[in-house]
T-cell receptor, first 113, second 113 residues
């Protein structure tokens, strides 16, 4: 089955620790995205990548980092510099250029204590 | 600056009646619009989209209307079913170089049996 896999679904970390969220897709999509969802604020774009080895900051990139070494993978690292990391994180992918719908993973709920 | 706005945080409708969800946007460069449905703790699923060259797109019980002059789009669900109860997000993009989606804040639809 083709799709996007995010792991783990729930993640707990202590304050001050970096944590990496996994996102893998087997849809052969060029573009991948990371969004964050907070109550009442919809989905906000953190980072996106149109092709391998290239990525751009979204609207709320501070405190996050990404890599795109393989077409299938787009991991997100939440660093200790992120002031309010507890949130629901969503990874998505799309064909890329031109208007096209994005397909989402099931999300990772990160709780920092 | 919220480029995509959903001004109604919630909507309650009786089963069998029409649900109308609204969305406004400010960026006149947007030329592709999408609606997503989301259940709690899950990733959004794509529902329906519309290109700016059209003013209506229909898929079964779901119809999206686009009014470019008013920078407004709406999603009609007829007839509404209890399984439609979810948060609905509208999203917009400028197709071409980036293709990134900008989301609204969502509307929680409750369909009462």
């Amino acid at each position: 089955d083709g799709g996007i896999t995010q792991s783990p679904k729930y993640l707990f970390r202590k304050e001050g620790q970096n944590v990496t969220l996994s996102c893998e897709q087997n849809l052969n999509h060029d573009a991948m995205y990371w969004y964050r969802q907070d109550p009442g604020q919809g989905l906000r774009l953190i980072y996106y990548s149109q092709i391998v080895n290239d990525f751009q900051k979204g609207d709320i990139a501070e405190g996050y980092s990404v890599s795109r070494e393989k077409k299938e993978s787009f991991p997100l690292t939440v660093t200790s510099a992120q002031k309010n990391p507890t949130a629901f994180y969503l990874c998505a992918s799309s064909i890329g250029f031109g208007g096209a719908e994005a397909f989402f993973g099931q999300g990772t709920r990160l709780t920092v204590v | 600056d919220q480029q995509v706005k959903q001004n109604s945080p919630s909507l309650s409708v009786q089963e069998g009646r029409i649900s109308i969800l609204n969305c406004d946007y400010t960026n006149s460069m947007f030329d592709y619009f999408l609606w997503y449905k989301k259940y709690p703790a899950e990733g959004p699923t794509f529902l329906i989209s519309i290109s700016s060259i059209k003013d209506k797109n229909e898929d079964g019980r779901f119809t999206v209307f686009l009014n470019k002059s008013a920078k407004h789009l709406s999603l009609h669900i007829v007839p509404s079913q209890p399984g439609d109860s979810a948060v609905y997000f509208c999203a917009a993009s400028v197709s071409g170089a980036t293709n990134k989606l900008i989301f609204g804040t969502g509307t929680l639809l409750a369909v009462q049996p």
